[in-house]
């Protein structure tokens, strides 16, 4: 068992065990928080860390990088955004909230590969669909975190998601 992050039209994947997954899940969870300025951005972190194994079930939470909620008119730079908070993951920005070490010889291969796959994403490759569906669904659920002012868990930095936190539930 395992999630595939792919980018099929590029016949790119990642492949990791289930618990690499969440370990991976949760640091680009506390980068990106930390990162993220515009409601684009935080979005797209909360949109990760719904990618959450202990609500929806291990080894489920696979995707491709063109499901991810892209916004054409700001594609580019929720790119560069994304690259950052890869980077920035892998500065260790607030690890210190983790309660264990992550193994950075498995994880940080893990972040080359993403970076590369977002890196190859462009516009074309792109199906607006799976953005606005997903977006119809947050505004279909007033108590989702997306329609309350993205708020943070108390215990940890990071953006709440409709299964409460990321860091907490794992
Ligand atoms: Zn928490």
Partial sequence: MGNIISLDI???????????TSVFISTLGLSGTRLAKTDDEKRMIIW??????????SGTVGFDICEMPWNLVSFYAAKCFLLNVIEGAKRKIGWEFLDY???????????DQFYHLISNVDTN???PTT????????????????MCGYPCCQKHPVFLTIFGCYLCNN
């Fill in 10 to 20: 590029c016949g790119q994947h990642i492949s990791m065990s289930n618990g690499l």
């Fill in 48 to 57: 990760l860390l719904e990618k959450d194994q202990s609500a929806i079930g």
């Fill in 101 to 111: 070490q992550p193994n950075e010889e498995l994880l940080f291969p893990c972040f």
């Fill in 125 to 127: 490759m792109l199906n």
């Fill in 131 to 146: 953005t606005l569906n997903w977006l119809k669904d947050c505004m279909e659920t007033p108590k989702d975190p997306v």
